[in-house]
């Protein structure tokens, strides 16, 4: 089976300072790892993905995340943070192979609180 | 284009009553799933459809819990005699990719 940890409930800080939201995983087989966003009041959104390749990806939105698998962690981080990115993140796995492959499980969720 | 969406988008009822929860998804994705978010238990699985395959039900949390999706495309998430503990927000997700699922809004449930 798939856990995930996100050692930070809350994560509050002011605009354009630096932002790591952590995330352990931990699993028998090999995963897939993605981050998800939740605007207030709004759907889930996939922030990013790691599938394979490169252990650094990124978003389209300045955020990125690294995969280490020696340490079983991909954290989010992002250089400088805009008032917009106030919302709650998901880190989440699946499993790669056999079985059900698809089903996302979720870590419980940080929320990020930007301020002025 | 359309992405996916899901009705209602609030339902209020009362204990013992059953409810149905409507989601569509986005055209030609070919799997579907079902989430539920509460504040006590963050984000659960409930089911997975695969194109024709037999669902994956292994994170439905009662036998009061089920699911169908007709003809590959809408699927319903029945709920019946509803308990308090059932109030959550259920997300439907779908994907084309096997592992990149688009959510829709989600339905919020509160039984009284």
């Known amino acids: 089976a798939q856990s995930v940890t996100q050692l930070d409930s809350q994560v509050p800080v002011f605009e354009e300072a630096p932002v790591e939201l952590r995330c352990n995983y931990s699993?028998?087989?090999?995963?897939?790892l993605f981050w998800y966003v939740q605007y207030p009041n709004q759907g889930l959104q996939l922030l990013l993905k790691?599938?394979?390749?490169?252990?650094l990806v990124e978003s389209i939105n300045g955020f990125e995340a690294e995969f280490n698998k020696s340490q079983t962690s991909f954290h989010l981080r992002k250089p400088s943070v805009h008032i917009s990115d106030t919302a709650e993140y998901f880190c989440?796995?699946?499993?790669?192979?056999?079985?059900?492959?698809?089903?996302?499980?979720f870590g419980k969720g940080t929320k990020l609180s930007v301020k002025p | 284009g359309a992405g996916v969406s899901q009705s209602p988008s609030n339902k209020v009822t009362e204990k013992g009553k059953d409810v149905e929860l409507r989601c569509d998804p986005i055209?030609?994705?070919?799997?579907l799933y079902w989430y539920r978010q509460s504040l006590g238990q963050g984000l659960e699985f409930l089911i997975y459809?695969?194109?024709?395959?037999?669902?994956?039900k292994s994170g439905l949390p009662s036998d009061r819990f089920s699911a169908e999706r007709t003809g590959g495309s809408v699927s319903t998430l029945t709920i019946q005699r509803t308990q308090q503990e059932d109030s959550a927000v259920y997300l439907c997700?779908?994907?084309?990719?096997?592992?990149?699922?688009?959510f829709g809004p989600g339905t919020r449930l509160t039984v009284l």
């Open positions: 459809f695969q194109g024709n395959s037999a669902p994956d």
């Open positions: 055209s030609g994705h070919t799997a």
């Open positions: 989440a796995v699946t499993r790669r192979y056999g079985g059900s492959q698809g089903n996302l499980i």
């Open positions: 699993s028998s087989v090999s995963v897939y």
């Open positions: 790691y599938l394979s390749g490169s252990t």
């Open positions: 997700a779908s994907s084309l990719v096997d592992n990149e699922q688009f």
